[in-house]
T-cell receptor, first 112, second 112 residues
Framework: RKEVEQDPGPFNVPEGATVAFNCTYS??????FFWYRQDCRKEPKLLMS???SGNEDGRFTAQLNRASQYISLLIRDSKLSDSATYLC?????????????FGSGTRLQVQP | DAGITQSPRHKVTETGTPVTLRCHQT?????MYWYRQDPGHGLRLIHY???????DKGEVSDGYSVSRSKTEDFLLTLESATSSQTSVYFC???????????FGSGTRLTVV
């Protein structure tokens, strides 16, 4: 079983739509959670951190459910520029190595 | 930005030859990482470093070695390249106390 699992998609949505991505992680000791965005043939870039209380950044909302080991990302009012692959990422901070574990990503295609 | 560069950006090499990839950072960050990215697997940790001459293995370290003789440089070496090492390699840095990582632009390595 993968440590971080995501639906690979693709999610094809029209401009202006609301879309949600989900992610599950297997290690209950995971301590930090993130969403990264990766454009085609580019490096991953941090989109936002995910906190237990939930957090919002403009059109993006991230939520964490520790009991279910589940992370979500909601994108409202989708733009063409949101087309990318979204990576769910967790960190076992207590390992000492502070290395991130990545899901395989969910691809989003926003269509005009 | 954090100032992280990878070289070369692209490389084609023959099976059995040694290959060294370089990651260079300009801001004196302690933690550096090498990941590889393959379709269906997401990013997987190869090796990481938590200081000069302090390195450790990640989940897919077989066939790879690393060196960090200076804070700014983290080298990844494929001692004898194989076709299974054809991949995109990303270097990342993590500023202590900061959330998330910053990635280099990647090296596309093809082993023929």
């Amino acid at each position: 079983r993968k440590e971080v699992e995501q639906d690979p998609g693709p999610f094809n949505v029209p401009e202006g739509a609301t879309v949600a991505f989900n992610c599950t992680y297997s290690n209950s000791a995971s301590q930090s959670f993130f969403w990264y965005r990766q454009d085609c043939r580019k490096e991953p870039k941090l989109l936002m951190s995910v906190y237990s209380s939930g957090n919002e950044d403009g059109r993006f909302t991230a939520q964490l459910n520790r009991a279910s080991q589940y992370i979500s990302l909601l994108i409202r009012d989708s733009k063409l520029s949101d087309s990318a692959t979204y990576l769910c990422v967790v960190n076992l901070s207590d390992t000492g190595r502070r290395a991130l574990t990545f899901g395989s990503g969910t691809r989003l295609q926003v269509q005009p | 930005d954090a100032g992280i560069t990878q070289s070369p950006r692209h490389k084609v090499t023959e099976t059995g030859t040694p290959v060294t990839l370089r990651c260079h950072q300009t801001e004196n960050h302690r933690y550096m990482y090498w990941y590889r990215q393959d379709p269906g697997h997401g990013l997987r940790l190869i090796h990481y470093s938590y200081g000069v001459k302090d390195t450790d293995k990640g989940e897919v370290s077989d066939g790879y070695s690393v060196s960090r003789s200076k804070t700014e440089d983290f080298l990844l070496t494929l001692e004898s390249a194989t076709s299974s090492q054809t991949s995109v390699y990303f270097c990342a840095i993590n500023k202590q106390g900061a959330e998330g990582y910053t990635f280099g632009s990647g090296t596309r390595l093809t082993v023929v």
